[in-house]
C-alpha cells in the first residue's frame, strides 16, 4: 500500500529564517510526487512535480527535491506570505488517484 | 491555465434535503476528476474517482447512495449528497485531470454545513 508521511506537523519560523519539509513516500513504481500549498478554507494550490530521484525544481522561494525514499520542499528567506500547509502526494503504478500526507503547517512570522 | 470552479462555495441546507455541488474544468477537458473531503486541520480524503461517460468509483466506506456522483461531460462533475444529516458537514473539494501534464488541478473547495 502506497504511504505518505510528513514532517514536521507544524513549523514556526521567522521572516527569512530558511527550512526544509520533509515528505517520505512508499509506492509501488512511483509514476510521480506532487507538492502542494493550501490555505485556509480553499483548495491545494498545485506547486510542483517530481518524477524520477534526483530530479529538483524551483519556484520563487521555494525549491523540491526527489530521492529515492524522500522529497524535501526546501523554502529560503520565506516571508509572511508563504504560511500555509503545504501538503505532498504520490502517484503510483497504473493509478491516477494521488495518496497525500498529513501537511505541514508553515508559520512564517513578520 | 488548469483552472477549476466548485459551485456553491457554501451552503447551508436542512437536514434531510439533498444538496447538489458542480465542479468545472475551465480551460482544459477533464476525462477524470476526483472528490475529496476534508476535515479540519486534516488531509484530504478520497471519496470516489469521476469518470466521463461511466460509473464513479467509490473508496472504501464511502456510501455511494448517499454521495451520488454524475460526470455527464468533459468539464463538468457533480457531486450530490443525498438526505443530508449533520455529520456530512464538511468541506468537499473537487480535482480535475490534465491529460496535457497528468497534473491534478484543485477547486476551491464547497463548504457545507447541514442543520
Known amino acids: 500500500e502506497d504511504q505518505v508521511t510528513q514532517s514536521p506537523e507544524a513549523l514556526r519560523l521567522q521572516e527569512g529564517e530558511s527550512s526544509s519539509l520533509n515528505c517520505s513516500y512508499t509506492?509501488?513504481?512511483?509514476?510521480?510526487l506532487f507538492w502542494y500549498r493550501q490555505d485556509p478554507g480553499k483548495g491545494p494550490e498545485f506547486l510542483f512535480t517530481?518524477?524520477?530521484a534526483g530530479e529538483e525544481k524551483e519556484k520563487e522561494r521555494l525549491k523540491a527535491t526527489l530521492t529515492k525514499k524522500e522529497s524535501f520542499l526546501h523554502i529560503t528567506a520565506p516571508k509572511p506570505e508563504d504560511s500555509a500547509t503545504y501538503l505532498c502526494?504520490?502517484?503510483?503504478?497504473?493509478?491516477?488517484?494521488?495518496?497525500f500526507g498529513q501537511g505541514t503547517r508553515l508559520t512564517i512570522n513578520p | 491555465g488548469a483552472v477549476v470552479s466548485q459551485h456553491p462555495s457554501r451552503v447551508i441546507c436542512k437536514s434531510g434535503t439533498s444538496v447538489k455541488i458542480e465542479c468545472r474544468s475551465l480551460?482544459?477537458?477533464?476525462?477524470?476528476m476526483f472528490w475529496y473531503r476534508q476535515f479540519p486541520k486534516k488531509s484530504l480524503m478520497l471519496m470516489a474517482t469521476?469518470?466521463?461517460?461511466?460509473?464513479?468509483?467509490?473508496e472504501q466506506g464511502v456510501e455511494k447512495d448517499k454521495f451520488l456522483i454524475n460526470h455527464a461531460s468533459l468539464t463538468l462533475s457533480t457531486l450530490t449528497v443525498t438526505s443530508a444529516h449533520p455529520e456530512d458537514s464538511s468541506f468537499y473539494i473537487c480535482?480535475?485531470?490534465?491529460?496535457?501534464?497528468?497534473?491534478?488541478?484543485f477547486g476551491p473547495g464547497t463548504r457545507l454545513t447541514v442543520l
Open positions: 517530481l518524477y524520477s
Open positions: 502526494a504520490v502517484q503510483g503504478g497504473g493509478a491516477q488517484k494521488l495518496v
Open positions: 509506492v509501488s513504481g512511483l509514476r510521480g
Open positions: 469521476s469518470n466521463e461517460g461511466s460509473k464513479a468509483t467509490y
Open positions: 480535482s480535475a485531470i490534465s491529460l496535457s501534464t497528468d497534473t491534478q488541478y
Open positions: 480551460d482544459f477537458q477533464a476525462t477524470t
